[in-house]
C-alpha cells in the first residue's frame, strides 16, 4: 500500500509540472492562460507558436511515461523481494505482473489528474489528453495505437482537435478491454474508463461550442 500511494504522489507531481504554461512564460514572456482558449495544453500553446506547441505535446507525453516508468521501479523492487521469499502472489516478469501493472495504471491516473489539477496553478490545468497518450502507451500499447489511429482519421475528416481527442478518449476504453481483456484485471480498465472520462469532461467547453457550432477548426500557421 505504501508504494501505490508513493506511486500516486510521484505520478501526480509528475503530471502536474505545467509544461505549456512554462515554455510560453520563458519563451514569449506571456501567460498562455490570457490568450486563445485559455488552456495549458499542446493545441492552445500552438496557437502561439507552433514549435512551442510541438514541445508541449512532447514534453507533456513525456511526463505521462515517466510516472507509469516510476511506479514500475518503486513496484519491481518489492516483487522481485516477494519472489525471493517465495511469497510472490504474481509473476515477476513485468506484463504478467498485476500487482505492478495496478500500480502503474494509478500512477498513469494520477499523471493525468496531476495535468488536469496541478497544484502549482490553482488546479487550473489543461485536458489530460497528451498525458494520457503519454502514460498508457506504456500499459496498454495496442489499444492506444488504435485510439491514435481513430484521432486522425477524425481530425482530417473534422479538423475539429477538440472532437477527435473525445471520440478517441471514448473509445479507449473498449480498446483497452479488446486488446487486453485476458492480461488485465477489470480493476485496471476501470482506471483506464475513469481516465477517459476525466479527459472527455475537461472538454466540456468544447462540447457546448460544437453543438453551436462555433468551436473553431484547428490549423497550424507557420512563420
Same mark, same amino acid.
Given at each position: 500500500? $505504501?508504494?501505490?500511494? =508513493?506511486?500516486? %504522489?510521484?505520478?501526480? #507531481? !509528475?503530471?502536474?509540472?505545467?509544461? /505549456?504554461?512554462?515554455? *510560453? ?21 500552438? $496557437?502561439?507558436?507552433? =514549435?512551442?506547441? %510541438?514541445?508541449?505535446? #512532447? !514534453?507533456?507525453?513525456?511526463?505521462? /511515461?515517466?510516472?507509469? *516508468? ?154
Amino acid at each position: 500500500m $505504501r508504494q501505490i500511494i =508513493l506511486s500516486a %504522489v510521484v505520478g501526480y #507531481l !509528475l503530471g502536474s509540472i505545467p509544461f /505549456g504554461y512554462l515554455l *510560453v512564460r520563458a519563451f514569449r514572456g506571456q501567460d498562455v492562460r490570457t490568450t486563445g482558449s485559455g488552456n495549458i495544453g499542446a493545441t492552445n500553446v500552438a $496557437r502561439t507558436s507552433p =514549435l512551442l506547441g %510541438v514541445s508541449t505535446l #512532447l !514534453l507533456d507525453a513525456l511526463k505521462g /511515461g515517466a510516472a507509469v *516508468v516510476a511506479a514500475i521501479l518503486l513496484s519491481r523492487s518489492q516483487i522481485m523481494g516477494l519472489a525471493h521469499t517465495n511469497s510472490a502472489p504474481y509473476s515477476t516478469h513485468f506484463w504478467t505482473s498485476e500487482a505492478i501493472s495496478t500500480q502503474a495504471a494509478i500512477a498513469a491516473l494520477l499523471a493525468v489528474l496531476g495535468h488536469v489539477f496541478p497544484v502549482w496553478l490553482r488546479f487550473r490545468g489543461g485536458k489530460g489528453v497528451a498525458t494520457a497518450v503519454g502514460a498508457f502507451f506504456l500499459l496498454v500499447p495496442g489499444a492506444m495505437i488504435a485510439a491514435l489511429a481513430l484521432f486522425v482519421v477524425v481530425a482530417f475528416l473534422s479538423r475539429y482537435v477538440s472532437l477527435s481527442s473525445m471520440v478517441a478518449a471514448a473509445s479507449f476504453p473498449a480498446l483497452a478491454w479488446i486488446f487486453y481483456r485476458h492480461e488485465f484485471p477489470w480493476h485496471i480498465i476501470l482506471v483506464i474508463v475513469i481516465a477517459s472520462f476525466v479527459v472527455i469532461v475537461r472538454h466540456h467547453q468544447n462540447i457546448g461550442r460544437l453543438l453551436a457550432g462555433t468551436e473553431p477548426r484547428f490549423q497550424v500557421k507557420f512563420k
